[in-house]
């Protein structure tokens, strides 16, 4: 019996493998895509029997035939940022849980993402994740020509009909406002994020918009684009007022936390005796000793969850309904801004 399926490994086929395992070739095909509707005890002869002929399923061959390759494109553009990083964690080993596979597309500006979307379109994904960067209106029409459902995380356009998920930046934003107010701030500033994001727009209107209300006007202003070195250096510009500012929020943690370093180390402040800090996004650093950063905090684990349903109940179905959903964040306290009464972590 052993010689009958002593074959060469690329030659074994499911039908063998059925065969030697006593199952139908149905089932072999369920064992290796994942699917739940199978026993352990037939799971594991199955296993049994395809390691014992070499068998290994041309994935290829099945997406031909099952007109899906189970692969999910995903655009990322700040690779180096705490965040997206942990956030491609998270999409990736959710992903394979459910029998997906990703394709990582790394762009440096969202001018390329016109040149290299099209590449994850020549593969057939099944879907299409982009993160820190927009659509333009003719890809979007392009990709709903193939049928291949786009999500945006964490930024929406309000001229494509493509899906988005999206942390209530807005309100982030106002309740900022609202903590740095009750807590007797009044010389507040803010360094603004990347130009023409959603993300900085949102934060920055929630923000200033929620400090007018309250009959407060910010202080001062400087602009940043998300990085440590942006965040440092319009932290010099905002900390060389005369009188500085007496709390900052900054649309990131990069740059909260450069803003940290420079008041300690350029200006020789008290943080956050002399400066209150805010940041945004809750990276794994801003919890560091050295920071103990309060932040806003956007819940990935949820992010992700809806992001991935939206995506896989698109794949499949043609449909012009557009879906937006904002998730709630909320407010950390840590001791880098001075809240009153507002309990820390």
């Known amino acids: 019996m052993r010689e009958k399926y002593r074959k060469r490994k690329g030659s074994v086929s499911s039908v063998e493998v059925a065969q030697l395992a006593g199952v139908s070739q149905a089932t072999v095909s369920r064992v290796f895509s994942a699917a739940t509707n199978v026993s352990p005890e037939t799971r594991a002869r199955v296993l049994a029997a395809a390691r014992k002929l070499g068998y290994r399923p041309n994935a290829i061959a099945r997406s031909l035939n099952q007109r899906s390759t189970r ?12 965040f997206y990083a942990r956030l491609l964690q998270e999409f990736t080993s959710r992903l394979q849980g459910l029998g997906y596979w990703t394709l990582l597309l790394n762009v440096q500006n969202g001018a390329e993402l016109e040149e290299v979307l099209p590449m994850a379109l020549q593969y057939q994904v099944d879907g299409i994740i982009i993160t820190s960067a927009l659509l333009s209106s003719q890809l979007a029409d392009e990709c709903a020509r193939l049928g291949t ?4 995380f964490n930024r929406y356009s309000l001229d494509t009909k493509v899906h988005a998920v999206c942390c209530d930046n807005v309100a ?3 309740m900022v406002a609202d903590a740095l107010l009750d807590a007797g701030h009044s010389r507040i500033a803010y360094i603004a994020g990347e130009p023409g994001s959603s993300t900085n727009r949102d934060r920055e209107m929630g ?10 006007s910010l202080y001062a202003r400087a602009g940043g684009d998300y990085t440590y ?3 440092y250096q319009a932290a010099q510009e905002l900390l060389r007022l ?3 500012p007496d709390a900052i929020f900054c649309a990131n ?5 450069a803003t940290m370093d420079a008041a300690r180390y350029e200006m020789n402040l008290r ?17 560091w000793p050295n920071y103990q950063l309060t932040t806003v905090h956007q819940p990935i684990d949820r992010m992700v969850d809806v992001t991935l349903d939206v995506l896989l109940e698109a794949i499949g179905r043609v449909t012009e309904e557009r879906i937006v959903r904002f998730i709630s964040p909320s407010l950390i306290v840590r001791s880098s801004a001075r809240l009153g009464n507002l309990l820390t972590d």
């Open 172 to 174: 982030g934003g106002r």
């Open 253 to 257: 943690d990069l740059m909260a936390m």
């Open 71 to 82: 692969i999910i494109g995903i655009v990322l553009i700040r690779f180096m940022n705490p």
């Open 229 to 231: 070195e942006s965040g």
């Open 242 to 244: 005369q009188p500085p």
């Open 207 to 216: 923000f200033t918009e929620r400090l007018n209300e309250r009959g407060m």
């Open 149 to 152: 459902p786009v999500v945006l």
């Open 271 to 287: 943080v956050p005796e002399d400066l209150s800090i805010i940041g945004f996004d809750d990276i794994p650093m801003a919890a």
